[in-house]
């Protein structure tokens, strides 16, 4: 596994994300289930089939680049393939020194944004630490242990351990990262609306942000054509975190309309297909 990811990182962007984009339709074809949860929350945004449509080859863009982002030298990465939209937010939010929370959705590619924010700004405002799930097989999770860390950028297991590790972090005025639009471990969320259909939402995300005073800020990377490399768009959150908010039902909804805003600027490489209405075991929805 490890050979073959090296092999991959020294691919070309354009041939990867050719490749990848055949793996997409591939796995739409080959899964019914698959395409079925694509249409449904493509369907249950609003979005129409030719618009969610592009989001069939991004999908496999997104895993085809996996080896690129985290296996060549960090300057090959970020250098020439990036550019910045919102850089400013960042500088201002990391001036203030009360540490920034990056909440990123499903959509584009999610791994440029932290080796983004970490070869900008780390150099002067300390690394960024990003919540991570480790991979369920040994062997891409010894790829990713060993890759997904780079200069100025830690990663955070999605563990009591790796919540204190993020909050030390804030303290100490640097950034975090993670994904507020993923499922979160039973006892770790609450059922809001995510595009008008109730959704376990972590609560983690305005938690960092209540108990530190952080500044939280939207964040993601598009993909752009032709491996041309990536933007990375940075936007504020639109909506103030309530100080107090002990269920955070309304906090929750919050960031979800926000992840919402996002998603609908580009629905084109938002992941359809991820089991965003799973429900934990034992997390009963309310009605």
């Not at 694509?38 to 592009?54: C, D, L, M, V, W």
């Not at 909440?103 to 080796?115: C, D, I, K």
């Not at 309304?250 to 919402?260: C, D, F, P, Q």
Request: glycine share 8%.
């Amino acid at each position: 596994m490890l050979s073959l990811f090296r092999w991959l990182a020294r691919r070309p962007l354009w041939l990867l994300h050719a490749i990848g984009a055949v793996l997409g339709w591939v796995t739409y074809c080959a899964s019914p289930s698959y395409r079925r949860r694509f249409r449904e929350n493509a369907r249950q945004a609003g979005i129409s089939p030719t618009e969610a449509r592009p989001a069939i080859a991004a999908a496999g863009r997104m895993v085809a680049e996996a080896p690129f982002l985290w296996m060549r030298p960090p300057g090959q990465v970020i250098g020439p393939l990036l550019s910045w939209q919102g850089s400013e937010l960042v500088e201002a939010a990391m001036q203030a020194r009360r540490g920034i929370v990056f909440l990123t959705p499903h959509m584009g590619s999610f791994e440029v944004t932290a080796q983004a924010v970490a070869q900008e700004f780390a150099a002067s405002f300390g690394p960024i630490t990003v919540l991570y799930r480790p991979a369920r097989k040994a062997a891409l999770r010894k790829v990713m242990d060993g890759s997904r860390e780079r200069p100025g950028l830690l990663t955070a297991p999605a563990t009591l351990a790796g919540v204190r590790q993020m909050l030390r972090a804030l303290r100490r005025g640097e950034a975090v990262g993670l994904l507020p639009d993923q499922v979160p471990p039973e006892g770790m969320g609450v059922w809001v609306p995510f595009f008008g259909k109730p959704a376990y939402t972590m609560t983690l995300a305005a938690r960092l942000v209540q108990q530190t005073g952080a500044t939280p800020l939207l964040i993601w990377g598009e993909r752009l054509a032709r491996g041309a490399g990536y933007t990375v768009r940075v936007s504020a959150l639109g909506e103030s975190l309530p100080t107090s908010d002990p269920g955070q039902a309304e906090s929750a909804a919050i960031i979800n309309r926000a992840m919402e805003r996002l998603i609908r600027q580009c629905p084109q490489q938002y992941l359809w297909g991820y089991n965003r209405y799973k429900q934990p075991r034992a997390a009963e929805p309310t009605t």
